[in-house]
């Protein structure tokens, strides 16, 4: 079956979804445009603010056929608040606010009302994998270990809207503090392997991703692809600052999978991590909870309004468009 598609004329409703934890006001004239924009259209905009209202109006648009688009209005953890109250099949359109939209940048989306109004006139569809992890949905990565501790920090000191300057005391603070325990991780559905391993990895630091977007755009699994239905799983062995340094020099110049002896690369369908005490894990950004935790894909569980230039360039277009 095709990935790709293009939504109905009559599926004319536009669900806008604002994640109320993320408290920015800086985006609210953008929204405004955005309605502006949609209505000149001919399109109907509404703005939905809870799990609950994002749940009711896109299953009742679903099933009357007139749901166009669920817009996530913010950054990568408005689009997972928004993936996850919404039913399976609702197509996701992003319209990138906050501190990072990774998801944006992939596909991308400008921060620009008139386009984002435009991709989704058009209504191009594309139905990529999710990651799991905890019962929720992931659609970049899930890290295990400092970085998730980070975010776990920011999490419990969170009062309102995260700003790149939010993350300074929580990274200096885990620097002098985190201990690097030891995990293990069990890979299942390895691809190319054909069984599962039979002894675990054995890491510091665990990255499974979905798509090849980590924050500040480093490159730590650029081979993963959304489409294939594979994690891919990055493991770092060693646990100190220096090597910390050492990791992220060598990730920087995408040097890091040459060292065979510290660094594992796999792709599989389902991993599991454990550990002697509990390890926070991050999923996209957002604090998911403590090991143990097992993660694994959803083929084409996500559908995506993407612009027309994206497919384009991924030669995914049917022949006639």
């Known amino acids: 079956m095709n990935r790709v598609s293009q939504a109905s004329p009559d599926a004319r409703r536009v669900v806008i979804a604002l994640n109320p934890k993320a408290g920015a006001k800086s985006g609210k004239p953008l929204v405004e445009k955005l309605v502006d924009q949609l209505r000149q259209r001919s399109l109907l905009p509404e703005l939905v603010g809870s799990e609950e209202e994002i749940a009711r109006q896109c299953q009742q648009h679903l099933a ?5 688009a669920l817009v996530c209005a913010g950054g990568d953890g408005t689009v997972s608040f928004a993936a996850n109250a919404a039913p399976a099949g609702t197509p996701l359109a992003l319209l990138p ?11 991308g989306v ?3 009302a008139a386009k984002v109004a435009h991709m989704i006139e058009q209504g191009w569809r594309c139905r990529i994998d999710a990651g799991q992890a905890g019962g929720r949905l992931f659609t970049l990565m899930a890290g295990v270990g400092f970085d998730a501790e980070v975010v776990r920090r920011v999490h419990e000191n969170r009062t309102g809207h995260i700003r790149m300057t939010s993350y300074a005391k ?9 201990q690097y325990p030891e ?9 190319g392997v054909g069984e599962d391993l039979e002894q675990p990895i054995r890491a510091r ?21 959304g ?5 891919d799983v990055c493991t770092l062995k060693k646990g100190t600052v220096w090597k910390g340094i050492q990791y992220l020099t060598a990730i920087l110049f995408n040097r890091h999978r040459l060292w065979r002896s510290d660094v594992r690369s796999i792709q599989a369908r389902r991993v599991r991590i454990e550990a002697d005490e509990p390890v926070s894990y991050q999923l996209d950004g957002d604090f998911g ?32 468009a």
Do not use: Q
């Open 110 to 112: 400008r921060r620009n």
């Open 64 to 68: 009357d056929g007139s749901l166009r």
């Open 97 to 107: 606010l906050g501190t990072e939209n990774l998801l944006a940048k992939y596909f």
């Open 170 to 178: 929580p990274i200096w603070t885990a620097i002098r503090t985190y």
């Open 183 to 191: 995990m293990r991780v069990f890979c299942e559905g390895i691809e």
């Open 289 to 320: 909870g403590s090991t143990p935790v097992e993660i694994e894909v959803i083929p084409e569980r996500l559908t995506m309004l993407v612009p027309h230039a994206w497919l384009k360039r991924r030669s995914m277009l049917p022949p006639t």
């Open 205 to 225: 630091w665990v990255f499974v991703a979905n798509l090849p977007r980590y924050a500040r755009n480093l490159r730590i699994v650029p081979d993963a692809d």
């Open 227 to 231: 489409t294939d239905g594979l994690l």
